[in-house]
């Protein structure tokens, strides 16, 4: 909507009311541009520093308690069903792999934003594109480890705990 704040018909609208001058319309657009980009470079870099400190590695160590589980099943009875670890440990491999790839890509994003510098409305563009659809990819790898992993091993509350535990 920003994009439209400074058509001809809304600078009439704003001007003709001595509301705002043209200038104050620009100022006030760009200001909001450049709010933008900074808000969403702080989430963006937010999501990137919880993702390598607190739910990659999470989504690691809980893959060793299933890969160690399995391996000691097998070496206490090869015919033992590990059909769970197994799956849930394939299942939460992908999951940490397609978190780390969009980490990476992420932070590759965040450089090539980090070259536009003041350009904050090509750079809000760049974010729509570019940066949010990374973000909820990553998202969603996250979210989907989070029903996978074993609580004691999620770094953070889950939604369930957030929604029902109100005490």
Not at 19 to 34: L, W, Y
């Amino acid at each position: 909507a920003l994009m439209h704040y400074l058509d001809p018909k809304n600078v009439e609208l704003f001007t003709s009311m001595k509301v705002f001058s043209e200038a104050e319309m620009k100022s006030r657009r760009d200001i909001r541009m450049e709010n933008y980009c900074k808000v969403m470079k702080i989430e963006a870099l937010t999501m990137i520093e919880m993702a390598e400190k607190q739910f990659i590695p999470a989504m690691s160590k809980y893959g060793k308690l299933l890969a160690d589980t399995i391996a000691s099943k097998k070496a206490v009875c090869t015919t033992l069903d590990c059909t769970f670890e197994e799956k849930t440990l394939t299942r939460l491999s992908e999951l940490t792999a397609v978190a780390y790839e969009k980490v990476c890509d992420l932070k590759a994003h965040m450089g090539k934003l980090a070259e536009m510098k003041k350009d904050f409305i090509g750079s809000a563009f760049f974010i729509k594109d570019e940066i949010i659809p990374c973000m909820n990819a990553l998202r969603a790898a996250v979210d989907e480890a989070e029903t996978i992993c074993a609580s004691e091993y999620w770094p953070v509350p889950t939604y369930g705990e957030i929604l029902f535990s109100v005490k």
